[in-house]
């Protein structure tokens, strides 16, 4: 299951946003990730059953892009460079791909635990 989020609470509140934005921004900007071509979703561990699946059902393009960005984030690492900055992500190109997936997993989850432990009973006349 995904971590609690504070991300709606800070959404619905104009006046908070505009004072969080800018700290979001930095803290993207300073994990560096970014840096290395890397986009927020291409962090996400892979280990977990859910993760798994939603890499499973990403078009192929968006797969292929995916792992394209992971090996040369390998490889700058490996050489201890950072990507020229023509080919580092940009704050607009940082956008969710696979977190979509890995909610409408969840949601698909729940909603059969739910249905599996739904009890039919017939009502007498």
């Known amino acids: 299951m995904s971590a609690p989020s504070l991300a ?11 004072w969080v934005d800018p700290i979001a921004s930095w803290y993207a900007d300073a994990a560096g990730y970014r840096k290395l071509g890397l986009r927020a979703d291409d962090l996400i561990p892979e280990e977990n059953n859910t993760v798994q699946l939603a890499l499973k ?9 995916r792992v394209f960005r992971l090996r040369r984030a390998f490889q700058c690492s490996l050489s201890h460079q950072l990507l020229p900055k023509d080919q580092q992500t940009k704050p607009e190109d940082d956008y969710e791909y696979l977190s979509p997936i890995i909610r409408e997993i969840e949601a698909e989850a729940k909603e059969r635990g739910d249905l599996d432990a739904m009890v039919v009973r017939k009502t007498k006349k």
């Open 8 to 18: 709606n609470f800070i959404i619905k509140r104009p006046w908070l946003r505009r």
């Open 57 to 65: 059902r990403l078009p192929p393009n968006e797969a292929y892009d």
